[in-house]
Protein backbone atom coordinates (compact mmCIF):
# COMPACT_ATOMS: atom_id res chain seq x y z
CA UNK A 1 0.00 0.00 0.00
CA UNK A 2 2.91 1.99 1.27
CA UNK A 3 4.43 1.95 -2.22
CA UNK A 4 1.28 2.44 -4.42
CA UNK A 5 1.38 5.84 -2.66
CA UNK A 6 4.59 6.82 -3.66
CA UNK A 7 4.58 5.46 -6.99
CA UNK A 8 1.64 7.44 -7.48
CA UNK A 9 3.11 10.74 -5.69
CA UNK A 10 5.47 10.42 -8.27
CA UNK A 11 3.79 10.61 -11.24
CA UNK A 12 1.91 13.27 -9.61
CA UNK A 13 4.73 15.41 -8.43
CA UNK A 14 5.28 17.89 -11.68
CA UNK A 15 1.52 19.07 -10.97
CA UNK A 16 1.97 19.27 -7.63
CA UNK A 17 2.36 23.11 -6.34
CA UNK A 18 2.87 22.91 -2.20
CA UNK A 19 1.08 26.19 -1.77
CA UNK A 20 -2.11 25.76 -4.15
CA UNK A 21 -2.08 22.65 -2.02
CA UNK A 22 -1.95 24.34 1.84
CA UNK A 23 -4.88 27.00 0.34
CA UNK A 24 -6.76 23.69 -0.75
CA UNK A 25 -6.34 21.12 2.16
CA UNK A 26 -6.98 24.27 4.33
CA UNK A 27 -10.50 25.15 2.76
CA UNK A 28 -11.30 21.17 3.01
CA UNK A 29 -10.29 21.04 6.89
CA UNK A 30 -13.09 24.19 7.31
CA UNK A 31 -15.51 22.22 5.46
CA UNK A 32 -15.04 19.00 8.10
CA UNK A 33 -13.87 16.29 5.35
CA UNK A 34 -11.32 13.82 6.58
CA UNK A 35 -7.87 13.41 4.61
CA UNK A 36 -6.61 9.95 4.32
CA UNK A 37 -4.56 10.38 1.36
CA UNK A 38 -1.60 12.68 2.53
CA UNK A 39 1.67 10.92 1.93
CA UNK A 40 1.28 11.99 -1.91
CA UNK A 41 1.61 15.43 -0.86
CA UNK A 42 4.18 14.54 1.73
CA UNK A 43 6.62 13.03 -0.58
CA UNK A 44 5.86 15.21 -3.75
CA UNK A 45 8.99 17.59 -5.36
CA UNK A 46 7.69 20.54 -4.38
CA UNK A 47 6.88 19.72 -0.74
CA UNK A 48 10.38 18.28 -0.54
CA UNK A 49 11.89 21.16 -1.89
CA UNK A 50 9.69 23.88 0.26
CA UNK A 51 10.85 21.76 3.22
CA UNK A 52 14.28 22.34 2.45
CA UNK A 53 13.70 26.06 1.79
CA UNK A 54 12.34 26.78 5.23
CA UNK A 55 14.73 25.28 7.46
CA UNK A 56 17.96 25.84 5.61
CA UNK A 57 17.73 29.23 6.72
CA UNK A 58 17.05 28.26 10.51
CA UNK A 59 19.93 28.78 12.61
CA UNK A 60 19.07 25.42 14.29
CA UNK A 61 20.04 23.50 10.81
CA UNK A 62 23.71 24.28 11.87
CA UNK A 63 23.09 22.20 14.67
CA UNK A 64 24.54 18.39 14.60
CA UNK A 65 22.02 15.77 15.58
CA UNK A 66 23.45 12.06 16.57
CA UNK A 67 24.72 11.01 13.03
CA UNK A 68 26.72 14.26 13.14
CA UNK A 69 25.61 16.12 10.04
CA UNK A 70 24.08 19.71 9.43
CA UNK A 71 21.97 21.34 6.11
CA UNK A 72 25.34 21.25 4.57
CA UNK A 73 25.51 17.72 3.89
CA UNK A 74 22.40 18.32 2.04
CA UNK A 75 23.34 21.45 0.30
CA UNK A 76 25.57 19.91 -2.20
CA UNK A 77 23.57 17.20 -3.46
CA UNK A 78 21.71 17.25 -6.38
CA UNK A 79 17.62 17.32 -6.38
CA UNK A 80 16.75 14.23 -7.13
CA UNK A 81 18.77 12.73 -4.51
CA UNK A 82 17.54 14.83 -1.61
CA UNK A 83 13.94 13.80 -3.13
CA UNK A 84 14.39 10.52 -3.43
CA UNK A 85 16.32 9.85 -0.52
CA UNK A 86 13.28 11.35 1.99
CA UNK A 87 10.81 8.86 -0.25
CA UNK A 88 13.38 6.21 0.23
CA UNK A 89 13.21 6.97 4.11
CA UNK A 90 9.72 7.38 4.52
CA UNK A 91 8.72 4.08 2.54
CA UNK A 92 9.77 1.89 6.10
CA UNK A 93 10.62 5.12 8.51
CA UNK A 94 13.18 4.57 11.33
CA UNK A 95 14.00 7.24 12.98
CA UNK A 96 17.67 7.99 13.99
CA UNK A 97 18.37 8.53 17.96
CA UNK A 98 17.48 11.99 19.25
CA UNK A 99 20.63 13.63 20.42
CA UNK A 100 19.87 15.34 24.21
CA UNK A 101 20.99 18.29 25.18
CA UNK A 102 20.02 20.90 28.28
CA UNK A 103 20.08 24.35 28.38
CA UNK A 104 19.57 26.94 31.20
CA UNK A 105 16.25 27.93 31.76
CA UNK A 106 15.72 31.79 33.28
CA UNK A 107 14.91 30.30 36.83
CA UNK A 108 18.06 28.52 37.01
CA UNK A 109 16.85 25.27 36.11
CA UNK A 110 18.16 23.07 33.22
CA UNK A 111 15.62 22.79 29.50
CA UNK A 112 15.87 19.34 28.47
CA UNK A 113 15.90 20.01 24.33
CA UNK A 114 15.69 16.97 21.59
CA UNK A 115 18.41 17.67 18.30
CA UNK A 116 16.50 14.83 15.82
CA UNK A 117 19.24 14.34 12.66
CA UNK A 118 18.98 16.83 9.97
CA UNK A 119 17.16 13.99 7.83
CA UNK A 120 14.87 13.42 10.46
CA UNK A 121 14.26 17.54 10.29
CA UNK A 122 13.59 17.89 6.93
CA UNK A 123 10.98 14.64 6.69
CA UNK A 124 9.32 16.28 9.92
CA UNK A 125 9.20 19.59 7.89
CA UNK A 126 7.68 18.33 5.04
CA UNK A 127 4.52 16.47 7.14
CA UNK A 128 4.75 19.90 9.05
CA UNK A 129 3.39 21.79 5.68
CA UNK A 130 0.99 19.16 4.92
CA UNK A 131 -0.71 19.01 8.64
CA UNK A 132 -0.21 22.72 9.58
CA UNK A 133 -3.47 23.90 6.80
CA UNK A 134 -5.81 20.89 7.98
CA UNK A 135 -4.96 22.00 11.72
CA UNK A 136 -5.13 25.96 11.47
CA UNK A 137 -8.69 25.50 10.17
CA UNK A 138 -9.69 23.67 13.39
CA UNK A 139 -7.54 25.95 16.27
CA UNK A 140 -9.53 28.43 18.32
CA UNK A 141 -8.45 32.11 17.84
CA UNK A 142 -7.05 32.78 21.00
CA UNK A 143 -4.40 29.93 20.45
CA UNK A 144 -1.32 31.74 19.52
CA UNK A 145 1.77 29.70 20.42
CA UNK A 146 3.81 28.75 17.12
CA UNK A 147 0.91 29.78 14.80
CA UNK A 148 1.61 31.60 11.23
CA UNK A 149 1.05 35.66 11.84
CA UNK A 150 0.47 35.16 15.49
CA UNK A 151 2.46 36.15 18.42
CA UNK A 152 3.25 37.11 22.10
CA UNK A 153 1.69 40.57 20.78
CA UNK A 154 -1.09 39.32 19.93
CA UNK A 155 -1.73 37.32 23.27
CA UNK A 156 -1.05 40.13 25.72
CA UNK A 157 -3.70 42.06 23.35
CA UNK A 158 -6.39 40.06 24.33
CA UNK A 159 -5.62 39.90 27.88
CA UNK A 160 -5.98 43.63 27.84
CA UNK A 161 -9.06 43.72 25.86
CA UNK A 162 -10.58 41.25 28.90
CA UNK A 163 -9.55 43.17 31.65
CA UNK A 164 -10.03 46.77 30.18
CA UNK A 165 -12.96 46.86 28.09
CA UNK A 166 -15.24 43.81 29.33
CA UNK A 167 -14.42 44.12 32.95
CA UNK A 168 -13.14 40.65 33.68
CA UNK A 169 -10.91 41.18 36.47
CA UNK A 170 -10.34 37.32 37.94
CA UNK A 171 -7.41 35.83 36.13
CA UNK A 172 -7.69 31.94 36.60
CA UNK A 173 -3.62 30.80 36.50
CA UNK A 174 -3.19 26.79 35.84
CA UNK A 175 0.10 25.67 35.59
CA UNK A 176 1.22 22.46 34.01
CA UNK A 177 3.68 20.24 34.95
CA UNK A 178 6.28 19.19 32.58
CA UNK A 179 3.68 19.26 29.43
CA UNK A 180 5.92 18.48 27.03
CA UNK A 181 7.68 15.32 28.57
CA UNK A 182 3.91 14.14 29.40
CA UNK A 183 1.97 14.24 26.65
CA UNK A 184 -0.09 10.89 26.05
CA UNK A 185 0.67 9.43 22.50
CA UNK A 186 -2.03 7.25 22.10
CA UNK A 187 -4.63 10.45 22.72
CA UNK A 188 -2.52 12.69 20.15
CA UNK A 189 -3.07 10.10 17.59
CA UNK A 190 -6.71 9.86 18.23
CA UNK A 191 -6.68 13.75 18.87
CA UNK A 192 -4.99 13.40 15.02
CA UNK A 193 -7.81 11.30 13.96
CA UNK A 194 -10.53 13.57 15.44
CA UNK A 195 -9.43 16.52 13.38
CA UNK A 196 -9.78 14.44 10.32
CA UNK A 197 -6.04 13.51 9.53
CA UNK A 198 -7.00 9.87 9.05
CA UNK A 199 -4.31 8.42 6.88
CA UNK A 200 -3.01 5.54 8.51
CA UNK A 201 0.73 5.37 7.27
CA UNK A 202 0.95 9.19 7.94
CA UNK A 203 -0.12 8.37 11.73
CA UNK A 204 2.46 5.69 11.97
CA UNK A 205 5.23 7.47 10.71
CA UNK A 206 4.19 10.16 13.51
CA UNK A 207 3.82 7.94 16.29
CA UNK A 208 7.25 6.24 15.21
CA UNK A 209 8.58 10.08 15.82
CA UNK A 210 7.28 9.85 18.84
CA UNK A 211 8.74 7.09 20.08
CA UNK A 212 12.26 7.54 19.18
CA UNK A 213 15.51 6.55 21.30
CA UNK A 214 16.91 9.78 23.12
CA UNK A 215 20.78 9.39 23.47
CA UNK A 216 21.85 11.29 26.76
CA UNK A 217 25.10 11.01 27.17
CA UNK A 218 26.45 7.30 26.57
CA UNK A 219 22.55 6.59 28.08
CA UNK A 220 19.78 5.42 25.31
CA UNK A 221 16.16 6.63 26.81
CA UNK A 222 12.67 4.98 25.27
CA UNK A 223 9.97 7.59 25.95
CA UNK A 224 6.92 6.28 26.38
CA UNK A 225 5.06 9.90 26.78
CA UNK A 226 6.20 13.36 25.54
CA UNK A 227 7.40 14.68 22.96
CA UNK A 228 11.12 16.58 22.48
CA UNK A 229 11.29 19.99 22.42
CA UNK A 230 13.34 21.13 19.70
CA UNK A 231 11.92 18.93 16.96
CA UNK A 232 10.24 20.77 14.42
CA UNK A 233 6.72 18.76 14.60
CA UNK A 234 6.70 19.16 18.39
CA UNK A 235 4.88 22.79 18.85
CA UNK A 236 2.15 21.98 16.26
CA UNK A 237 1.41 18.36 18.05
CA UNK A 238 1.56 20.76 21.73
CA UNK A 239 -1.13 22.92 19.74
CA UNK A 240 -3.26 19.55 18.97
CA UNK A 241 -2.93 18.83 22.63
CA UNK A 242 -4.67 21.51 24.31
CA UNK A 243 -6.76 22.69 21.40
CA UNK A 244 -9.56 20.22 23.05
CA UNK A 245 -8.46 22.55 26.15
CA UNK A 246 -9.43 25.85 24.07
CA UNK A 247 -12.84 24.64 22.59
CA UNK A 248 -14.10 22.87 25.95
CA UNK A 249 -13.05 26.08 27.47
CA UNK A 250 -15.28 28.33 24.61
CA UNK A 251 -17.97 25.60 24.97
CA UNK A 252 -19.02 26.74 28.27
CA UNK A 253 -19.65 29.94 27.25
CA UNK A 254 -18.29 31.69 24.24
CA UNK A 255 -20.02 28.93 21.45
CA UNK A 256 -23.04 27.56 23.82
CA UNK A 257 -26.02 27.39 21.26
CA UNK A 258 -29.07 29.44 22.37
CA UNK A 259 -30.95 27.07 19.85
CA UNK A 260 -30.74 24.09 18.00
CA UNK A 261 -29.13 24.14 14.30
CA UNK A 262 -27.74 26.93 14.51
CA UNK A 263 -25.65 29.49 16.54
CA UNK A 264 -27.91 32.10 17.21
CA UNK A 265 -27.64 36.16 17.85
CA UNK A 266 -24.92 36.22 16.27
CA UNK A 267 -23.73 38.64 13.72
CA UNK A 268 -20.89 39.24 11.76
CA UNK A 269 -18.74 42.65 11.93
CA UNK A 270 -17.23 43.26 8.26
CA UNK A 271 -15.33 46.17 6.60
CA UNK A 272 -15.55 47.54 3.21
CA UNK A 273 -13.76 44.83 1.39
CA UNK A 274 -15.84 42.07 3.05
CA UNK A 275 -13.42 41.28 5.25
CA UNK A 276 -14.58 39.79 8.70
CA UNK A 277 -13.56 41.91 11.93
CA UNK A 278 -15.39 40.03 14.31
CA UNK A 279 -18.57 38.33 15.53
CA UNK A 280 -20.87 40.35 17.63
CA UNK A 281 -22.10 38.38 20.16
CA UNK A 282 -23.79 40.51 22.98
CA UNK A 283 -27.26 39.93 22.45
CA UNK A 284 -26.19 35.81 22.35
CA UNK A 285 -24.46 36.60 25.90
CA UNK A 286 -27.27 39.18 27.44
CA UNK A 287 -29.63 36.73 27.04
CA UNK A 288 -27.29 33.87 28.41
CA UNK A 289 -25.98 35.95 31.71
CA UNK A 290 -30.46 36.36 32.16
CA UNK A 291 -31.95 32.72 31.48
CA UNK A 292 -28.97 30.58 32.56
CA UNK A 293 -26.33 29.92 34.91
CA UNK A 294 -23.57 29.20 32.43
CA UNK A 295 -20.37 30.33 33.50
CA UNK A 296 -18.72 32.94 32.11
CA UNK A 297 -15.05 32.55 31.08
CA UNK A 298 -12.56 33.31 28.28
CA UNK A 299 -9.38 31.48 28.13
CA UNK A 300 -5.90 33.11 25.86
CA UNK A 301 -3.08 30.66 25.73
CA UNK A 302 0.42 30.70 24.40
CA UNK A 303 1.91 27.08 24.50
CA UNK A 304 1.16 25.64 27.44
CA UNK A 305 0.78 29.00 28.90
CA UNK A 306 -2.94 30.23 29.55
CA UNK A 307 -5.20 31.90 31.73
CA UNK A 308 -8.85 32.01 32.06
CA UNK A 309 -10.57 35.59 32.79
CA UNK A 310 -13.84 35.33 34.38
CA UNK A 311 -16.51 38.00 36.12
CA UNK A 312 -16.39 36.98 39.83
CA UNK A 313 -14.46 35.00 42.46
CA UNK A 314 -17.24 32.61 42.40
CA UNK A 315 -17.29 31.44 39.21
CA UNK A 316 -13.06 31.73 38.96
CA UNK A 317 -13.01 29.02 41.75
CA UNK A 318 -15.31 26.71 40.06
CA UNK A 319 -12.93 27.32 36.40
CA UNK A 320 -10.35 26.36 38.43
CA UNK A 321 -11.54 22.97 39.89
CA UNK A 322 -12.89 21.96 36.63
CA UNK A 323 -10.19 22.92 34.52
CA UNK A 324 -7.36 20.84 37.17
CA UNK A 325 -9.72 17.54 36.61
CA UNK A 326 -10.59 18.15 33.40
CA UNK A 327 -7.02 17.87 32.46
CA UNK A 328 -6.25 14.86 34.52
CA UNK A 329 -9.25 12.81 33.53
CA UNK A 330 -8.80 14.16 29.57
CA UNK A 331 -5.58 14.88 28.63
CA UNK A 332 -3.49 12.98 31.23
CA UNK A 333 -1.65 15.87 32.26
CA UNK A 334 -1.20 17.11 36.20
CA UNK A 335 -1.18 20.60 37.80
CA UNK A 336 0.69 22.27 40.33
CA UNK A 337 -1.21 23.65 43.01
CA UNK A 338 1.66 25.62 44.41
CA UNK A 339 2.06 27.54 40.84
CA UNK A 340 -1.84 27.74 40.11
CA UNK A 341 -4.56 30.28 42.18
CA UNK A 342 -6.81 32.98 40.59
CA UNK A 343 -5.84 36.70 40.62
CA UNK A 344 -7.98 39.55 41.40
CA UNK A 345 -7.19 42.57 38.94
CA UNK A 346 -7.92 45.78 41.15
CA UNK A 347 -5.52 44.29 44.25
CA UNK A 348 -3.15 42.32 42.25
CA UNK A 349 -0.90 41.63 39.33
CA UNK A 350 -0.42 38.56 36.74
CA UNK A 351 2.10 37.48 35.46
CA UNK A 352 1.88 36.59 31.57
CA UNK A 353 4.73 36.43 29.07
CA UNK A 354 6.91 38.42 31.06
CA UNK A 355 4.44 40.97 31.54
CA UNK A 356 2.80 41.94 34.78
CA UNK A 357 -0.51 43.80 34.61
CA UNK A 358 -3.33 44.69 37.06
CA UNK A 359 -6.57 47.11 36.57
CA UNK A 360 -6.71 50.77 38.49
CA UNK A 361 -9.44 53.08 38.56
CA UNK A 362 -9.47 56.15 36.21
CA UNK A 363 -12.32 57.57 36.49
CA UNK A 364 -15.60 55.97 36.57
CA UNK A 365 -13.94 53.18 35.00
CA UNK A 366 -11.28 50.41 35.03
CA UNK A 367 -8.01 50.28 32.79
CA UNK A 368 -4.95 48.50 32.45
CA UNK A 369 -1.52 49.05 33.75
CA UNK A 370 1.19 46.61 32.77
CA UNK A 371 5.22 46.25 33.74
CA UNK A 372 7.87 44.54 33.25
CA UNK A 373 7.95 41.05 35.23
CA UNK A 374 10.22 41.30 38.40
CA UNK A 375 12.36 38.18 37.13
CA UNK A 376 12.09 39.84 33.44
CA UNK A 377 13.67 42.88 34.94
CA UNK A 378 16.51 41.68 37.08
CA UNK A 379 17.21 39.84 33.73
CA UNK A 380 17.04 42.59 31.38
CA UNK A 381 19.84 44.15 33.71
CA UNK A 382 22.07 41.80 33.91
CA UNK A 383 22.24 41.56 30.10
CA UNK A 384 22.74 44.80 29.86
CA UNK A 385 25.04 45.55 32.71
CA UNK A 386 27.42 42.73 31.58
CA UNK A 387 27.60 44.09 27.89
CA UNK A 388 27.96 47.46 29.41
CA UNK A 389 31.24 45.76 31.43
CA UNK A 390 32.65 44.90 28.72
CA UNK A 391 32.43 48.61 26.54
CA UNK A 392 34.19 50.34 30.08
CA UNK A 393 36.78 47.71 30.32
CA UNK A 394 39.66 49.02 28.78
CA UNK A 395 41.07 45.27 28.29
CA UNK A 396 37.96 44.82 25.95
CA UNK A 397 38.68 47.99 23.75
CA UNK A 398 39.62 46.17 20.87
CA UNK A 399 36.70 44.32 20.35
CA UNK A 400 34.77 47.64 20.83
CA UNK A 401 33.15 47.65 18.15
CA UNK A 402 31.86 44.03 18.34
CA UNK A 403 30.76 45.15 22.29
CA UNK A 404 28.74 48.47 20.31
CA UNK A 405 27.17 45.92 18.40
CA UNK A 406 26.13 43.15 21.10
CA UNK A 407 24.82 45.88 23.29
CA UNK A 408 22.84 47.69 20.72
CA UNK A 409 21.10 44.36 19.48
CA UNK A 410 20.54 43.61 23.15
CA UNK A 411 19.09 47.03 24.03
CA UNK A 412 16.75 47.35 20.90
CA UNK A 413 15.46 43.19 21.20
CA UNK A 414 14.12 44.29 24.96
CA UNK A 415 12.61 47.71 23.97
CA UNK A 416 10.58 45.86 20.74
CA UNK A 417 9.37 43.21 23.36
CA UNK A 418 8.64 45.02 26.78
CA UNK A 419 7.32 48.17 24.91
CA UNK A 420 3.67 46.36 25.20
CA UNK A 421 4.02 47.29 29.47
CA UNK A 422 2.16 50.62 29.79
CA UNK A 423 4.75 51.90 32.06
CA UNK A 424 7.59 50.81 30.24
CA UNK A 425 9.40 53.85 30.22
CA UNK A 426 9.27 54.00 34.51
CA UNK A 427 10.84 49.96 33.91
CA UNK A 428 13.51 50.89 31.50
CA UNK A 429 14.67 54.08 33.10
CA UNK A 430 15.35 51.70 36.30
CA UNK A 431 17.23 49.48 34.01
CA UNK A 432 19.39 52.33 32.87
CA UNK A 433 20.44 53.35 36.25
CA UNK A 434 21.20 50.30 37.85
CA UNK A 435 22.92 48.45 35.04
CA UNK A 436 24.70 51.43 33.49
CA UNK A 437 24.81 54.29 36.25
CA UNK A 438 26.59 57.47 35.44
CA UNK A 439 28.14 56.97 31.81
CA UNK A 440 29.71 59.69 31.49
CA UNK A 441 31.87 57.89 34.31
CA UNK A 442 33.72 56.28 31.74
CA UNK A 443 35.78 59.71 30.31
CA UNK A 444 37.01 59.36 33.64
CA UNK A 445 38.93 57.04 32.99
CA UNK A 446 41.89 57.81 30.32
CA UNK A 447 42.34 54.15 29.09
CA UNK A 448 38.57 54.20 28.13
CA UNK A 449 37.29 55.25 25.01
CA UNK A 450 35.61 58.21 26.07
CA UNK A 451 31.64 59.21 25.50
CA UNK A 452 30.42 61.81 22.94
CA UNK A 453 27.17 64.16 23.13
CA UNK A 454 27.11 64.58 19.84
CA UNK A 455 27.34 62.61 16.72
CA UNK A 456 25.71 61.34 13.44
CA UNK A 457 23.10 59.00 12.74
CA UNK A 458 24.10 55.97 10.77
CA UNK A 459 20.86 54.51 10.19
CA UNK A 460 17.69 56.03 9.39
CA UNK A 461 15.95 53.39 11.09
CA UNK A 462 17.74 55.05 14.28
CA UNK A 463 17.42 57.99 13.91
CA UNK A 464 13.53 57.82 12.99
CA UNK A 465 13.35 56.16 16.54
CA UNK A 466 16.21 57.67 18.72
CA UNK A 467 16.81 60.54 17.39
CA UNK A 468 14.15 62.95 19.58
CA UNK A 469 16.50 61.46 22.94
CA UNK A 470 18.82 63.62 24.54
CA UNK A 471 20.28 60.30 26.30
CA UNK A 472 22.05 59.59 22.94
CA UNK A 473 25.74 58.76 23.51
CA UNK A 474 28.28 57.74 20.38
CA UNK A 475 31.52 56.50 21.12
CA UNK A 476 33.97 56.01 17.99
CA UNK A 477 31.23 57.63 15.68
CA UNK A 478 29.19 54.97 17.09
CA UNK A 479 25.87 54.84 18.38
CA UNK A 480 25.14 53.61 22.10
CA UNK A 481 21.32 53.46 21.90
CA UNK A 482 19.71 54.89 25.13
CA UNK A 483 18.22 52.22 27.32
CA UNK A 484 16.30 54.65 28.96
CA UNK A 485 14.47 55.88 26.04
CA UNK A 486 11.25 53.70 24.83
CA UNK A 487 7.90 54.63 24.72
CA UNK A 488 4.26 52.26 24.81
CA UNK A 489 3.12 50.78 21.97
CA UNK A 490 -0.21 49.56 22.34
CA UNK A 491 -0.09 45.65 21.25
CA UNK A 492 -2.14 44.70 18.28
CA UNK A 493 -4.66 42.11 17.58
CA UNK A 494 -4.01 39.86 14.40
CA UNK A 495 -6.44 41.01 11.87
CA UNK A 496 -8.97 37.85 11.09
CA UNK A 497 -8.50 38.23 7.37
CA UNK A 498 -4.64 37.83 7.65
CA UNK A 499 -4.30 34.11 7.17
CA UNK A 500 -1.38 32.15 5.79
CA UNK A 501 -3.36 29.83 3.52
CA UNK A 502 -5.95 31.81 1.94
CA UNK A 503 -4.73 34.04 -0.90
CA UNK A 504 -5.61 37.78 -0.83
CA UNK A 505 -3.06 39.74 -3.64
CA UNK A 506 -2.65 39.35 -7.22
CA UNK A 507 1.11 39.41 -9.04
CA UNK A 508 0.51 42.89 -9.62
CA UNK A 509 0.79 43.71 -5.92
CA UNK A 510 3.11 41.55 -5.09
CA UNK A 511 5.42 42.56 -7.87
CA UNK A 512 6.60 39.02 -8.94
CA UNK A 513 4.78 36.99 -11.10
CA UNK A 514 3.07 33.39 -9.37
CA UNK A 515 3.60 31.73 -12.60
CA UNK A 516 7.31 32.10 -12.81
CA UNK A 517 7.69 31.17 -9.28
CA UNK A 518 5.61 28.45 -9.75
CA UNK A 519 7.82 27.40 -12.87
CA UNK A 520 10.97 27.89 -11.26
CA UNK A 521 10.02 25.83 -8.16
CA UNK A 522 8.59 22.56 -10.44
CA UNK A 523 11.86 22.61 -12.55
CA UNK A 524 14.50 23.20 -9.68
CA UNK A 525 15.90 19.90 -10.88
CA UNK A 526 16.98 22.10 -13.70
CA UNK A 527 19.83 23.58 -10.95
CA UNK A 528 22.91 21.70 -10.24
CA UNK A 529 22.91 21.50 -6.49
CA UNK A 530 19.38 22.20 -4.29
CA UNK A 531 21.19 25.17 -3.15
CA UNK A 532 21.34 26.80 -6.14
CA UNK A 533 17.79 26.03 -7.06
CA UNK A 534 16.59 27.47 -3.29
CA UNK A 535 18.49 31.18 -3.57
CA UNK A 536 17.63 30.95 -7.51
CA UNK A 537 14.24 32.01 -6.26
CA UNK A 538 15.09 34.19 -3.27
CA UNK A 539 16.82 36.65 -5.69
CA UNK A 540 13.59 36.18 -7.66
CA UNK A 541 11.63 37.96 -5.21
CA UNK A 542 14.23 40.29 -4.10
CA UNK A 543 14.92 41.59 -7.36
CA UNK A 544 10.98 42.08 -7.58
CA UNK A 545 11.00 39.94 -10.84
CA UNK A 546 13.38 41.75 -12.52
CA UNK A 547 16.73 42.08 -14.48
CA UNK A 548 19.84 43.19 -12.21
CA UNK A 549 20.93 45.25 -14.90
CA UNK A 550 18.13 46.06 -16.97
CA UNK A 551 15.25 46.12 -14.47
CA UNK A 552 13.15 44.82 -17.25
CA UNK A 553 10.56 42.02 -16.23
CA UNK A 554 12.09 38.98 -16.35
CA UNK A 555 9.97 35.65 -18.08
CA UNK A 556 10.65 32.19 -17.96
CA UNK A 557 12.60 31.59 -21.18
CA UNK A 558 14.12 34.84 -21.00
CA UNK A 559 16.01 34.36 -17.32
CA UNK A 560 19.22 33.55 -16.84
CA UNK A 561 20.55 32.40 -12.91
CA UNK A 562 24.54 33.28 -12.90
CA UNK A 563 27.31 32.95 -10.20
CA UNK A 564 28.72 36.40 -9.74
CA UNK A 565 32.14 34.96 -9.00
CA UNK A 566 32.57 31.95 -11.02
CA UNK A 567 33.73 28.96 -9.80
CA UNK A 568 36.71 27.02 -9.88
CA UNK A 569 36.83 23.81 -8.52
CA UNK A 570 34.34 24.33 -5.52
CA UNK A 571 30.90 25.95 -5.95
CA UNK A 572 29.87 28.59 -4.06
CA UNK A 573 25.68 28.43 -5.14
CA UNK A 574 24.79 30.96 -1.87
CA UNK A 575 22.67 33.60 -2.36
CA UNK A 576 25.04 36.39 -2.34
CA UNK A 577 27.07 35.00 -5.11
CA UNK A 578 23.61 34.89 -7.91
CA UNK A 579 22.17 37.27 -9.94
CA UNK A 580 19.41 36.62 -12.05
CA UNK A 581 19.58 38.29 -15.25
CA UNK A 582 17.95 38.35 -18.80
CA UNK A 583 19.42 36.07 -21.52
CA UNK A 584 20.97 39.44 -23.99
CA UNK A 585 22.73 40.52 -20.46
CA UNK A 586 23.64 37.31 -19.64
CA UNK A 587 25.42 36.75 -22.81
CA UNK A 588 27.05 40.07 -23.26
CA UNK A 589 28.85 39.55 -20.02
CA UNK A 590 30.22 36.30 -20.91
CA UNK A 591 31.08 37.41 -24.68
CA UNK A 592 34.95 37.38 -25.38
CA UNK A 593 34.93 38.75 -28.94
CA UNK A 594 34.23 41.86 -30.49
CA UNK A 595 32.06 40.21 -32.75
CA UNK A 596 29.86 38.26 -30.05
CA UNK A 597 29.82 41.90 -28.14
CA UNK A 598 28.80 43.77 -31.14
CA UNK A 599 25.94 41.05 -31.59
CA UNK A 600 24.47 41.39 -28.24
CA UNK A 601 24.94 45.28 -28.10
CA UNK A 602 22.54 45.51 -31.08
CA UNK A 603 20.00 43.78 -29.01
CA UNK A 604 20.29 46.12 -25.79
CA UNK A 605 20.07 49.86 -24.61
CA UNK A 606 22.29 50.35 -21.79
CA UNK A 607 22.45 53.56 -20.00
CA UNK A 608 26.06 54.40 -18.20
CA UNK A 609 25.04 52.62 -14.96
CA UNK A 610 23.90 49.40 -16.68
CA UNK A 611 27.52 49.77 -18.83
CA UNK A 612 29.01 49.85 -15.23
CA UNK A 613 27.66 46.90 -13.93
CA UNK A 614 28.19 45.06 -16.75
CA UNK A 615 31.60 45.54 -16.59
CA UNK A 616 31.51 44.40 -13.11
CA UNK A 617 30.39 41.46 -13.16
CA UNK A 618 32.64 40.89 -16.07
CA UNK A 619 35.94 42.19 -14.07
CA UNK A 620 34.81 39.23 -11.74
CA UNK A 621 35.00 36.13 -14.58
CA UNK A 622 38.63 38.08 -15.57
CA UNK A 623 37.16 39.56 -18.87
CA UNK A 624 38.17 43.08 -20.00
CA UNK A 625 35.75 45.85 -19.64
CA UNK A 626 33.96 46.68 -22.56
CA UNK A 627 34.74 50.47 -23.98
CA UNK A 628 31.04 50.87 -24.80
CA UNK A 629 32.05 54.18 -27.08
CA UNK A 630 34.00 51.84 -29.48
CA UNK A 631 30.47 49.98 -30.32
CA UNK A 632 28.05 51.43 -32.31
CA UNK A 633 24.31 52.06 -31.17
CA UNK A 634 24.84 52.18 -27.67
CA UNK A 635 23.66 54.74 -25.31
CA UNK A 636 25.52 56.88 -22.70
Known amino acids: MAKRIVNRAERNAERYD ?27 DQNVILAYRNICKNHGSKTPGTDGLTIDAIHRLPISTVIQTVRNKLSYYQPKKVKRVEIPKPNGKMRPLGIPSIWDRLIQQCILQVLEPICEAKFHERNNGFRPYRSTQNAIAQCYKMAQLQNLHFVVDVDIVGFFDNIDHSKLIRQLWALGIQDRKLLAIIRQMLKAEILFGDIVIEPMTGTPQGGILSPLLANVVLNELDWWIANQWETFRVKEGATGLEYDKTDSEGNLLAVD ?10 TTELKEMYIVRYADDFKIFCRD ?22 TSDEKSGITNLRKNYTTFLGIKFKVVPKGDRWIVRSHMADKSKERAIVKVRDVWGDIKNPAMQAELEANVTKYNAIVMGLHNYF ?25 HNRRCTPLEREGEFHSTFLKEKYGKSEQCRWIKGRLLVPAGY ?45 EMADNAVSRYIAQKGKCAVTHEELS ?38 SRAIQRHLSKLSLTGEMQVKVNKLRKHRGLPEIQFEDYTGTKK
Not at 281 to 290: A, D, E, G
Not at 496 to 525: P, Q, W
Request: hydrophobic share 40%; glycine share 4%.
Open 486 to 530: VQYVYPKYKRRCVNKYIRKFDDGINCVSFDVMRYMIEHASDYPTL
Open 556 to 593: VGDMVCLHILPYNGTRNDTYKNLILLSKPVSELVQAES
Open 281 to 290: MSQKWNRLRK
Open 18 to 44: AKETGYKLYADSLENKTFDRLMPYVVS
Open 313 to 334: YFTAKKTMAATKLWLAENLHLQ
Open 419 to 443: CMATMVSADFAEINFRAMGMKNGVN
